[in-house]
């Protein structure tokens, strides 16, 4: 395993991080425990859930949202790794139903953060990351929140998810302006289809020198090549599974995403590795990432994502996608 810096801070965090939004719903804990121990042995440390996953019922407010969290901290009491892992997690997003449910604000925030410790059986959060924009409240409320955290010493580091490159640099001159801890990362959607992050939020990580974490790094599976044109969905995959409008990987597979397939799966055909390790390695070899998050439900596929430390991207490689998609482009019709 290979490690980086977590941004300006002296934390190295494996380049390769486990993604944990399929525990419960779709990953038992038996399961969940067992691909836990297995990306530990081999040196992932870097964990990653958030507050609300666990359910893929956005009406159900029951103990199985958060359930994600509770699985990873029972995982992590069982094999008494805790002190080895940094343990992200996230806040904004619906955790309990009434107007306050979701919110970046301080009354939503502070709450959040005392039930996530709970649920993760731990004193403190290592990366607690606001999971997307909240336009209803002001970004010196939200970061006067998070720094009350860290001075408690409830958390460590505190980034973003989902946040456009001119809010995190509001919030790094809000934050330097007020004295207030800065946000250290962001977490982005980054893959070979879709690379609209090269185009201002890894110049902006590498002039701020913030932590890049990328999660669906292979497009919800669609990077694996088992979606293909004029081919009924895999049963048992969350596209085929979900119908509905929440299912966003469905709307991308058009005409030019299929195209695009076919073309990376015959120039893969050619190297020694499956598309799903050269789709993992394209993204590690981005300059501004720190870690790709690999969101694996059962063991074999947790292999095949390790498998692409052993892949390295080439100069042809970088050539020929450019070709096939543009260097900030996307293959995608829509999101």
């Not at 909240?134 to 970061?143: F, G, H, K, Y």
Request: proline content about 4%; overall charge negative; hydrophobic content about 40%.
């Amino acid at each position: 395993m290979k490690y980086r810096y977590l941004g300006r801070t002296g934390v190295q965090v494996s380049v390769l991080g486990l993604g944990t939004e399929n525990f419960g719903p779709r990953t038992s804990e038996v399961e969940a425990y067992e691909l836990v121990d297995r990306a530990l042995a081999e040196g992932v440390n870097l964990i990653d859930t958030a507050n609300f996953y666990g359910t893929e019922d956005p009406n159900d407010y029951s103990e199985r949202r958060g359930q994600s969290e509770v699985i990873v901290g029972q995982a992590l009491k069982r094999n008494q790794q805790r002190r080895e892992v940094i343990l992200s997690t996230k806040v904004r997003g619906p955790i309990w139903p009434g107007p306050n449910g979701e919110s970046a604000s301080r009354l939503h925030i502070v709450r959040a953060a005392e039930e996530s410790l709970r649920r993760l059986q731990t004193d403190h959060i290592d990366l607690y990351q606001v999971h997307w924009p909240d336009d209803t409240v002001q970004i010196d409320e939200t970061l006067r929140a998070l720094d009350d955290l860290v001075r408690a010493g409830k958390v460590l580091y505190i980034g973003t998810s989902n946040f456009e490159a001119w809010r995190i640099v509001e919030g790094i001159l809000v934050s330097e302006r007020l004295g207030l801890n800065r946000f250290v990362s962001e977490q982005a959607i980054y893959n070979l289809a879709f690379r609209q992050s090269e185009r201002e939020l890894f110049p902006m990580a590498l002039k701020y020198n913030l932590g890049v974490l990328i999660w669906s790094p292979l497009f919800a599976g669609i990077l694996t090549g088992k979606y293909r044109k004029d081919k009924a969905l895999p049963s048992g995959t969350r596209l085929a599974d979900d119908a509905s409008e929440r299912n966003w990987p469905r709307k991308t597979l058009g005409e030019r995403t299929y195209v695009f397939l076919d073309q990376l799966e015959a120039y893969v055909a050619n190297r020694s590795c499956m598309m799903t390790q050269f789709a993992m390695a394209w993204v590690l070899s981005q300059p501004a990432v720190t870690s790709a998050l690999m969101g694996p439900r059962t063991m074999d596929q947790l292999s095949e994502y390790l498998g692409a430390l052993d892949v390295e991207i080439t100069e042809e490689d970088v050539k020929q996608m450019n070709l096939w998609v543009g260097k900030g482009g996307t293959v995608v019709d829509k999101m």
